[in-house]
């Protein structure tokens, strides 16, 4: 089996279109990087961040429509990251206003995808969500 064989299936990378690069950089440069992404490439209109095989591309795109994301029509709904302990996952729930994002289900939090599924639900400011799974 070559180590390409072994990548089979395995997601590639995820790009994003953004409606502002600048804004979307500081909420969503920060939760990469501490997840332990690293910056990747970086162009006129987008900037990407790598962790293993697997990147995140941020792409103000000239061919872009519309100006906001909405996670509840066809599309993506959310993304969904390996955040870590409990105690990880805690702690960036809790640093995440600060960096642009907003806990979301609070009520239900960290309980909001049901009792046995530890997790944090986050929404930047143009409506992207992200969900930080504990192991």
Known sequence: MTSRSAERGLLHHVELWV????????PWGWL????????????????????????VVLEQSPAMTGGRHERRRPGLNHLAFHGGSRSQVDDLASRCP???????????????????HYAAYLQDGAGYEVELVAA
Do not use: N
Request: overall charge negative; cysteine-free; hydrophobic content about 35%.
């Open 19 to 26: 409606p502002d690069l600048a804004a979307a950089q500081t």
């Open 32 to 55: 990469l990087t501490e997840l332990g992404y690293e910056p990747f490439q970086s162009w006129a209109h987008g900037v990407s961040y790598r962790l293993g095989p697997a990147y």
């Open 98 to 116: 600060e960096h642009g994002w907003q806990l979301m289900f609070v009520d239900r939090h960290p309980f909001a995808g049901g009792p046995e």
